[in-house]
């Protein structure tokens, strides 16, 4: 079992910064793709970045590229989330996810891919 606990929300001015953290419980954090997706209000959860096992390989979606950045230290059993020129519109609970995959075809803006999930953190946006 994986436990999943993020930090870092609050409320910022738009063009403001936020950097969430998503610390993970276990010994082998390293073979696990981890991901951030986001829930608005009156809306359904969507993908926001992704990156594999070793943090070769990062993915976003479209609405937050050259905004987020998505990395993780395996040694600290933590992935980050930089978000950088926030908008009202990224207004949101964030959650971290996780799957141990190392190799494959993966499915990373896919909410079914992973198999924990955190509680969420809050951002707020205002304009």
């Known amino acids: 079992q994986v436990q999943l606990v993020e930090s870092g929300g609050g409320l910022v001015q738009a063009g403001g910064s936020l950097r969430l953290s998503c610390a993970a419980s276990?010994?082998?954090?390293?073979?696990?793709?981890m991901g951030w997706f986001r829930q608005a209000p009156g809306k359904e959860r969507e993908f926001v970045a992704a990156?594999?096992?070793?943090?070769?390989?990062?993915y976003y979606a479209d609405s937050v590229k050259g905004r987020f950045t998505i990395s993780r230290d395996n040694a600290k059993n933590t992935v980050y989330l930089q978000m950088n020129s926030l908008k009202p519109e990224d207004t949101a609970v964030y959650y971290c996810?996780?799957?141990?995959?190392?190799?494959?075809?993966?499915?990373?803006?896919?909410?079914?891919?992973?198999?924990?999930w955190g509680q969420g953190t809050q951002v707020t946006v205002s304009s």
């Open positions: 990156i594999n096992w070793s943090g070769r390989s990062t």
């Open positions: 996810a996780s799957k141990r995959f190392l190799a494959g075809i993966a499915r990373y803006g896919t909410e079914s891919f992973y198999d924990y």
């Open positions: 276990g010994r082998t954090f390293s073979n696990y793709a």
